[in-house]
């Protein structure tokens, strides 16, 4: 059981990503699944997420990214992405994916499954 989370790289300011989270031993659609990011020096924060397809499959997105971000999910690759649009150099970070409890919507009470990092640079 786990979360595999890529498509993190370097980008110029204004420039896009998509970044996924891959899932492993359960069915992703079943569980909230948010994404959290660390910037150099500080501490991590929860930037967007997206409720179980159990729930009512809702999204969520801090102040700081809403209306440049957009959820997806591919049930047959078992895949969460997140595209991230005019991205900005307080974008960058390393960006985590984790899972909340089963049927849960957003924000889960609690986050039990976390995947590896992928690294954000928005840098020109």
């Known amino acids: 059981v786990q979360l595999q989370a890529s498509g993190g790289g370097l980008v110029q300011p204004g420039g896009s990503l998509r970044l996924s989270c891959a899932a492993s031993?359960?069915?992703?659609?079943?569980?909230?699944i948010g994404w959290f990011r660390q910037a150099p020096g500080k501490e991590r924060e929860g930037v967007a997420c997206?409720?179980?397809?159990?729930?009512?499959?809702?999204?969520y997105y801090v102040d700081a990214v809403k209306g440049r971000s957009t959820f997806s999910r591919d049930h047959a690759k078992n895949t969460v992405y997140l595209r991230l649009n005019s991205l900005k150099p307080e974008d960058t970070g390393v960006y985590y994916c984790?899972?909340?409890?089963?049927?849960?919507?957003?924000?889960?009470?609690?986050?039990?499954?976390w995947g590896q990092g992928t690294l954000v640079t928005v840098s020109s």
């Open positions: 031993g359960f069915t992703s659609d079943y569980y909230a």
């Open positions: 997206i409720s179980s397809s159990d729930s009512d499959g809702s999204s």
């Open positions: 984790a899972r909340g409890p089963l049927g849960s919507s957003c924000p889960p009470v609690r986050y039990d499954l």
